[in-house]
């Protein structure tokens, strides 16, 4: 198990620059959209369906969300948050004192869930996990695919954009409130892919489970999943030490069982920036030009893990005895 707190603590990423919140609005309970913009009403950098961006609170710490406006406006940016109780305060800050008028830091837009063309989709979402599919949800609506959405969530009041989804699309949206439904019908909506399908599923940590479990059976590739909140890790395959060849410095770093692959590489004197530190977010995806990866993070597909050549140092670390990074 990485022991983050035996080091020093990490520099944070600098904001790429100041947005203004527009508007705030209450879309379900526990959740409200802010709406941002450009203080000098400039336009913002173009981003594609399943793109999230970091904010930074006056607390100085990145939270990653997911963009879920429409993308072909080029001046703002929406995001929703989540009210969690049990978090580092950030989701309160926004609830109880953001208001419109107030600057936010906003780090680079990144996309480590991207849509790929296909010919049909199917969307499953589970509370705020709704968040990165309505772009996708558009997108596929635009390019005349057809696709469908599974959404389920503890009540109708909690679950966000329901009502709006439903009047925008008709049939092709299945709100499914586990007070009223139960839990969600996976084994049926999962039985069977139809031909050329991908399913792009978010939300909590045991609805990614359950629809992995279900989609055994689909052909590789054809399901993409997305976490808000790192995944328990497991035990890494190795507990000795091994090293790290950092190419571009020429440096070499022994990594130890209780010090991250990160860490280790800016003890070193190399800055990687990251945000999460969780793999969760991929701000610190580094390529791997020689050794095995063990992949720990929650970003990765199946086949990037497979051909072994980037990794996430947050909370990846070696099958083999050495790793070399270019870095």
């Not at 009403?41 to 607390?59: K, M, S």
């Amino acid at each position: 198990m990485v022991v983050h707190n035996l080091l020093p603590e990490s520099p944070q990423p600098t904001p790429a620059q100041t947005l203004r919140v527009r508007t705030k609005d209450v879309v379900a309970n526990g959740i409200v959209a802010l709406t941002l913009e450009h203080p000098d009403g400039e336009r913002l950098p173009d981003w594609t369906p399943g793109t999230h961006i970091d904010v930074v609170l006056p607390d100085g710490a990145p939270r990653q969300y997911s963009l879920c406006g429409d993308r072909w406006d080029a001046y703002t940016y929406r995001i929703a948050v989540l009210r969690e109780p049990a978090g580092r305060g950030g989701s309160a800050y926004v609830h109880d004192r953001l208001m419109p008028g107030d600057q936010v830091g906003i780090g680079g837009a990144r996309n480590h869930f991207p849509l790929v063309p296909a010919d049909r989709y199917l969307f499953i979402a589970g509370g705020i996990g709704i968040t990165p599919l309505l772009p996708m949800i558009q997108q596929a609506e635009k390019s005349g695919a057809d696709w469908r959405l599974l959404y389920g969530g503890r009540t109708r009041a909690s679950m966000a954009f329901s009502t709006e989804l439903t009047h925008a699309y008709g049939e092709r949206v299945h709100i499914r409130p586990q007070d009223e439904c139960g839990l969600l019908d996976l084994a049926g909506w999962l039985s069977e892919p139809p031909p050329g399908t991908k399913a792009y599923c978010c939300g909590p940590a045991p609805l990614l489970s359950a629809v992995q479990d279900a989609c055994v059976h689909w052909p590789d590739h054809s399901l993409r999943t997305e976490r808000f909140i790192a995944a328990d890790l497991s035990d890494p395959v190795r507990r000795s030490p091994f090293e790290v060849e950092l190419r571009r410095t020429g440096r070499t770093v022994t990594v130890t069982p209780e010090v991250s692959v990160l860490h280790a590489v800016r003890r070193a004197g190399t800055e990687v920036l990251s945000s999460c530190e969780q793999g969760t977010c991929g701000t610190c995806l580094v390529p791997v030009l020689e050794g095995t990866p063990d992949h720990r993070d929650a970003v990765l597909a199946d086949h990037e893990r497979a051909a072994g050549d980037c990794m996430l140092p947050c909370v990846s670390r070696s099958r083999s005895d050495r790793l070399v990074l270019d870095l």
